[in-house]
T-cell receptor, first 110, second 114 residues
Framework: TQLLEQSPQFLSIQEGENLTVYCNSS?????LQWYRQEPGEGPVLLVT?????EVKKLKRLTFQFGDARKDSSLHITAAQPGDTGLYLC??????????FGKGTSLLVTP | KAGVTQTPRYLIKTRGQQVTLSCSPI?????VSWYQQTPGQGLQFLFE???????NKGNFPGRFSGRQFSNSRSEMNVSTLELGDSALYLC?????????????FGQGTRLTVV
C-alpha cells in the first residue's frame, strides 16, 4: 500500500486568511479524492481529480492535481469558520479500497 | 435520496465481548466498504463487499469479519473485543463499478471497549 502524506497535520488560522494543504505520494495515482470530515460525522466527498495538471474549483476551494499525478493540493480562499474540519485525501487502492492520508485538521476562528 | 445509514451510532462493550454493526447503503449502490478510524492510525480499510462477495480485505486480524445481504445491506462483526478496537467505524457505499471508487460515507458507529 502506497502511503499518502498530508501536510500540514494541523492548521489554525483566522477567518479571512488563505491556506493550502498538500497531499503527496512517491507513486503515481490514477485519481485522487478529497474529503472533509466534521467532528462526529463521516467524511464527505468534495472532489475527484483525474487528469495530471487538472484544476477544479468548488466555491472558495481550489483543487489541483500535479502534472506527474503524484501530488495534489487544496487551496482555500478567505477561510470561514464553516471550513473547520479534517481534510482527507484518498486514492483508490487495489481497485475497491480507498487509501487515505492521515489528514489536515483545520481550525478557522472568527 | 437517503444517504448511508449506520446503526447504532454509539456502543460501549466490554473486553472479550463481540459486536455487530450495521450499514444500509444508498439505494442502487452495490458496493459497501468498511473503515476503522482512530486518532493514531487515521482511516484504515477493513473490507469491501459487492453483490454479497468480499472483493478486498485490509490488514486486520480474523476477529474482524463482515457480510453483505442480497439487498446490499452489510454488517461487520468484531469478536473477542480488545481495548484497541475502540474506534469510529465507518461504512461507505458506492456504485462499485468503474475506475473511480467515489465513496459516500455514513456517520459512523463510535465503539468504545472498556
Amino acid at each position: 500500500t502506497q502511503l499518502l502524506e498530508q501536510s500540514p497535520q494541523f492548521l489554525s488560522i483566522q477567518e479571512g486568511e488563505n491556506l493550502t494543504v498538500y497531499c503527496n505520494s512517491s507513486s503515481v495515482f490514477s485519481s485522487l479524492q478529497w474529503y472533509r470530515q466534521e467532528p462526529g460525522e463521516g467524511p464527505v466527498l468534495l472532489v475527484t481529480v483525474v487528469t495530471g495538471g487538472e484544476v477544479k474549483k468548488l466555491k472558495r476551494l481550489t483543487f489541483q492535481f500535479g502534472d506527474a499525478r503524484k501530488d495534489s493540493s487544496l487551496h482555500i480562499t478567505a477561510a470561514q469558520p464553516g471550513d473547520t474540519g479534517l481534510y482527507l485525501c484518498a486514492k483508490g487502492d487495489s481497485g475497491y479500497a480507498l487509501n487515505f492520508g492521515k489528514g489536515t485538521s483545520l481550525l478557522v476562528t472568527p | 435520496k437517503a444517504g448511508v445509514t449506520q446503526t447504532p451510532r454509539y456502543l460501549i462493550k466490554t473486553r472479550g465481548q463481540q459486536v455487530t454493526l450495521s450499514c444500509s447503503p444508498i439505494s442502487g449502490h452495490r458496493s459497501v466498504s468498511w473503515y476503522q478510524q482512530t486518532p493514531g492510525q487515521g482511516l484504515q480499510f477493513l473490507f469491501e463487499y459487492f453483490s454479497e462477495t468480499q472483493r478486498n480485505k485490509g490488514n486486520f486480524p480474523g476477529r474482524f469479519s463482515g457480510r453483505q445481504f442480497s439487498n446490499s445491506r452489510s454488517e461487520m462483526n468484531v469478536s473477542t473485543l480488545e481495548l484497541g478496537d475502540s474506534a469510529l467505524y465507518l461504512c461507505a457505499s458506492s456504485l462499485g463499478a468503474g475506475t473511480y471508487t467515489e465513496a459516500f460515507f455514513g456517520q459512523g458507529t463510535r465503539l468504545t471497549v472498556v
